[in-house]
Every structure is written in structure tokens, then in C-alpha cells.
């Protein structure tokens, strides 16, 4: 059958976590780069899409195409890694100790950071004609998201860094669930209508996906979001990127191995 047993593939992520450890550095920057680049593609035909019909709701049904690709590539997100290899660490597996998790960290956001920001360029570039023009309704349109979602956030002080930490956690349950979606069955369909349910819920509810916001704000800033690199970080990257962590490690990636691998004795009646 096509389905998986949670026992299966929660032992699937866990190999998965280490043979990302294991990964070579030039392996692990191009998958991460297309990663970052496919997302943000995904990200403006979502803004696209949602500023031509109106409906928030389109965006978010069609935004999930960019993730379903680039994981039946195989290539990878931070969010992605952050859920698969710890689980690697905690299980002990040879040669995945914390330095190692921390490069692999380091090398895919680095990854992800250069493929967004290529594609922001591009994007800005080919929507101003070569910075002739103003860019239109779309450029307005991720500018104005650009300048809510860092001095909006910054308006509310303490408690609007946190609004942006839970906004993070809350998204990447979601996009790893998408995550562990594409691991429960061998058929591609499947593999999709597990991955698309998630990603729509965080797309369609504004929760926070650090990779997702490596393309939207520098666009912003090369469209006139009147926000500085600085204000950018500390009022969304930083916090957008420790609550991806928080979310997917504690909410999906524990769960499962500790009720599906790591499982305590049954009671004895």
C-alpha cells in the first residue's frame, strides 16, 4: 500500500535528519539556494494572483505549487531542516553531534537567504524594466507588506515581537507538517495532498515563514518599503526565524518520535 505507518516514516524523518548532516557543503548550498529561489517564485505569483483577483483565499489554494516542487526535488528550507535533524542528534546516530545540526543550519539558511534575494532582484528588475518604471500594483502591493509586517509589529513594542515569535511557530507546525506529509505515502499524489493542506492554512492565515520573508522584504526595500535592514531583522527575520525553530521541533518534530519511536511501555490491565 502507498501509506506509511507512522512508525515508518517518523523513523524516514529520522534518516532523513542525518543524512542531511552527512550532506557536502556544495551539496547542501545548491539545494538550499533552488529551495529559496522556487519559494519565492511561489511567494510573488501568490501575490500575483491575489492582487489580479482580489482573493486572498486563490493565493493561498495556489501558493503550496512552489513548495510541492522543490520538495519532490528534494531540495531544502530551514524550516524543513530545523524539524528533520535534531531528530538525528537525539537519536544518537553517529557523527551528528551539535556542531554538525548548527552547520547544516548555517549552510541552508545561507542557501536559502542567497536564492530568495536572486529572485527578489530578478523580480524587481524585470517588473520596473530595469528600474525605469515603479513597478506597478504588485511592487505597492509587497511594499505595503513590507512596512506592516516590520514597523507594524515594531509599534507594539515587546509584545508585537512576540505577536511575530508565536506567528513563526504557528507556521512552521504547519509547513512541517507539510514536511512530514510528503514522507506518509510512496504515491506523488498523495505526497501533494499532503503537503498542500498545510501550506495553504499558514499562506491564507499570515503566520511568519523566515524564507518566505528573505524574498518579500528585500523586494520591499529595492520597491520603496520605507523600513531599514536593521528594522527588517529585529522586527521580523530574528523572530520569524527562532519561532520557525520553536514550531517545528517542538510541535511536530518531538511528538512524533517520542509517541512513534522513542514509545514507552504499554500498560499492563
Given at each position: 500500500m502507498s501509506y506509511l505507518e507512522p512508525s515508518e516514516f517518523v523513523t524516514k524523518?529520522?534518516?532523513s535528519g542525518e543524512s542531511k548532516v552527512y550532506m557536502s557543503t556544495k551539496d547542501t548550498l545548491i539545494?538550499?539556494?533552488?529551495?529559496?529561489?522556487?519559494?519565492?517564485?511561489a511567494a510573488v505569483f501568490a501575490v500575483t494572483v491575489t492582487v489580479q483577483t482580489g482573493s486572498a483565499l486563490a493565493g493561498a489554494v495556489l501558493f503550496p505549487v512552489g513548495f510541492?516542487?522543490?520538495?519532490?526535488?528534494?531540495?531544502?528550507?530551514?524550516?524543513?531542516?530545523?524539524?528533520?535533524?535534531?531528530?538525528a542528534l537525539i537519536d544518537k546516530r553517529p557523527g551528528?553531534?551539535?556542531?554538525?545540526?548548527?552547520?547544516?543550519?548555517?549552510?541552508?539558511?545561507?542557501?536559502?537567504?542567497?536564492?530568495?534575494i536572486s529572485v527578489a532582484i530578478m523580480m524587481s528588475f524585470i517588473l520596473t524594466y530595469g528600474y525605469n518604471t515603479d513597478g506597478g500594483i504588485i511592487a505597492a502591493k509587497v511594499a505595503s507588506i513590507?512596512?506592516?509586517?516590520?514597523?507594524?509589529?515594531?509599534?507594539?513594542?515587546?509584545?508585537?515581537?512576540?505577536?511575530?515569535?508565536?506567528?513563526?511557530?504557528?507556521?512552521?507546525?504547519?509547513?512541517?507538517?507539510?514536511?512530514?506529509?510528503?514522507?506518509?505515502?510512496?504515491?506523488?499524489?498523495?505526497?501533494?495532498?499532503?503537503?498542500?493542506?498545510?501550506?495553504?492554512?499558514?499562506?491564507?492565515?499570515?503566520?511568519?515563514?523566515?524564507?518566505?520573508?528573505m524574498f518579500l522584504f528585500p523586494f520591499s526595500m529595492i520597491m520603496g518599503g520605507d523600513f531599514t535592514v536593521?528594522?527588517?531583522?529585529i522586527w521580523n527575520e530574528i523572530p520569524t526565524v527562532l519561532g520557525n525553530l520553536v514550531g517545528g521541533f517542538v510541535f511536530v518534530a518531538l511528538p512524533l518520535y517520542y509517541t512513534h519511536v522513542r514509545t514507552s511501555p504499554n500498560r499492563a490491565l
Open positions: 524523518m529520522v534518516d539545494r538550499a539556494f533552488m529551495a529559496g529561489a522556487i519559494l519565492a517564485l510541492i516542487m522543490l520538495y519532490l526535488m528534494k531540495f531544502d528550507l530551514l524550516t524543513g531542516v530545523f524539524t528533520l535533524v535534531p531528530l551528528v553531534t551539535v556542531n554538525q545540526v548548527l552547520r547544516n543550519w548555517g549552510l541552508v539558511f545561507l542557501g536559502n537567504f542567497a536564492g530568495a513590507g512596512e506592516s509586517r516590520t514597523l507594524g509589529y515594531q509599534a507594539h513594542g515587546v509584545e508585537g515581537w512576540f505577536t511575530i515569535f508565536v506567528r513563526g511557530m504557528l507556521c512552521n507546525w504547519m509547513v512541517s507538517m507539510g514536511v512530514v506529509g510528503a514522507m506518509i505515502s510512496t504515491s506523488a499524489g498523495s505526497k501533494m495532498m499532503a503537503m498542500w493542506m498545510p501550506i495553504m492554512l499558514f499562506f491564507y492565515m499570515g503566520f511568519e515563514h523566515s524564507i518566505v520573508n536593521a528594522e527588517y531583522l
